[in-house]
């Protein structure tokens, strides 16, 4: 059975590119994706995702606050940050632990699949 992802990015051509990077994957596929934190907060409920991939830099609300808001309506639903911004600037011990790590978007796909494996198997 593939692992279901949710992404949440507000570029469009990101959002497609990860959709093809994960469904390329015989363990993971795409079962939803969003281009602002709201609109992630009404489709994850019906998505059932295993995990959820979150961008920082979003329209409205921040998905540093996107995921503040997950950990209180669903802090099992682990998430991975992926993100253009330096990891010093995001990541710090104040993150829910249901964060499993923190991307670079540069860092290329086998990054951000290895990341995504490792997080969902811990």
């Known amino acids: ?21 994960l469904n ?8 939803g994706d969003a281009g602002s934190a709201e609109e992630a907060l009404e489709k994850i ?19 540093i606050d996107l995921l503040r808001v997950l950990a209180r309506v669903q802090p099992e639903l682990p998430a991975l940050i992926v993100s253009g911004h330096d ?6 011990d104040g993150l829910s632990p249901q964060v499993k790590g ?16 490792q997080a969902l198997t811990s």
């Open 102 to 117: 923190y991307v670079m978007k540069h860092e290329g796909p086998d990054v951000m699949l290895s990341a995504i494996r």
């Open 45 to 63: 409920p019906q998505a059932s995702p295993d995990i959820v991939l979150v961008d920082v830099s979003l329209p409205g609300m921040s998905g």
């Open 1 to 21: 059975m593939a692992y279901r992802i949710f992404v949440v990015e507000d570029l469009p051509r990101l959002r497609s590119t990860f959709a093809a990077i």
């Open 24 to 31: 390329a994957q015989p363990d993971m596929e795409l079962c």
């Open 87 to 92: 990891r010093n600037i995001y990541w710090h």
